[in-house]
């Protein structure tokens, strides 16, 4: 069955290891027939939530105009599979994807009318450090947001020992990244 994709990148290096794993698994992904839509949430304006609670006052999301939320909201609602794909950066999301999870917000209030449950998830992660500890609170707390949310963890793929831009390309990670697409 062919699903609609969204990657929600979040790394502030335009070739950045995790940017890297995205572009592999999106290709996988478009191999195996399904339509994918990468969404670089460090080159839009996301803005930090502020609490402001007029969520949907609007009829969007975000009820601030000059916030790209409200057209990647769009994307999140008629997406099948959500990949959130991040540098760790101590020891949780980078602070571009961050943004991202806090306006999911907007999802959670009473004024919401639309549903975004029962999708599905992935987490791609790159890490400078090799040891696989680091990435511990990452994983709890992407499964709480999955869990909030009512979305299914569908895989994760976390990669350390990455720091530099290009580390990526003498890891096998690459190859599990389209893997992980095309087995969608």
């Known amino acids: 069955m062919k699903k609609n994709i969204l990657i929600i990148t979040g790394s502030p290096r335009d070739n950045g290891n995790s940017t890297e794993l995205s572009k592999y698994f ?18 839009n304006k996301i803005n930090p939530c502020v609490n402001c609670d007029n969520c949907w006052k609007k009829g969007k999301a975000c009820s ?20 959130f794909s991040t540098p760790l950066y101590w020891f949780t999301f980078s602070a571009q994807i961050k943004s991202v999870i806090d306006k999911l917000y907007s999802y959670c209030v009473p004024s919401c009318n639309k549903s975004i449950k029962n999708k599905e998830s992935i987490l791609l992660c790159s890490a400078g450090d090799p040891n696989n500890a680091v990435f511990n609170s990452l994983l709890l707390t992407f499964k ?41």
């Open 144 to 184: 709480d947001i999955n869990n909030y949310l009512g979305w299914t963890v569908k895989d994760t793929l976390l990669v350390g020992g990455v720091f530099n831009v290009g580390d990526i390309n003498t890891n096998t990670a690459l190859n599990k990244a389209e893997s992980l697409g095309y087995c969608l």
């Open 64 to 83: 601030f105009d000059n916030d790209h939320f409200n057209e990647l909201s769009e994307y999140i609602e008629s997406s099948d599979v959500v990949v």
């Open 26 to 43: 999106a290709k996988g992904a478009q191999n195996k027939g399904h339509q994918v839509t990468i969404f670089n949430a460090a080159k």
